[in-house]
């Protein structure tokens, strides 16, 4: 499953999805913004594996925030970005 977003202001972020058993099996995000440490591209991935494809953005936004440390900048993407380029790929 594959999705794209323009955030509001900001900047493209893309979706690939796997999907088993209705649940998200591996996550692919990508686009043109930044993240600080990059290595949080990783953990975001992580977080969106063994959702169910029944979450809502704001769940999934939820979700993601929870699952990241507080020291992790977002330049031109959210994690309300991160749910609605999701809910856009499972709808």
């Keep these: 499953m594959h999705a794209e977003y323009k955030v509001p202001g900001g900047k ?6 796997d999907v088993k058993d209705h649940m998200i099996e591996q996550a692919r995000l990508s686009g043109d913004f930044f993240l600080e440490p990059p290595e949080a591209l990783g953990l975001i991935n992580q977080a969106l594996q063994g959702l169910s494809v029944n979450s809502s ?9 929870r699952a990241l440390p507080t020291n992790i900048d977002m330049f031109g993407l959210d994690s309300q970005a ?3 380029v999701v809910r856009r790929a499972l709808a």
Excluded: P, Q, R
Aim: glycine residues 6%; without cysteine.
């Design 82 to 84: 991160i749910g609605v």
């Design 57 to 65: 953005a704001e769940e999934i936004a939820a979700h993601v925030s």
């Design 12 to 17: 493209l972020v893309v979706i690939d999805l």
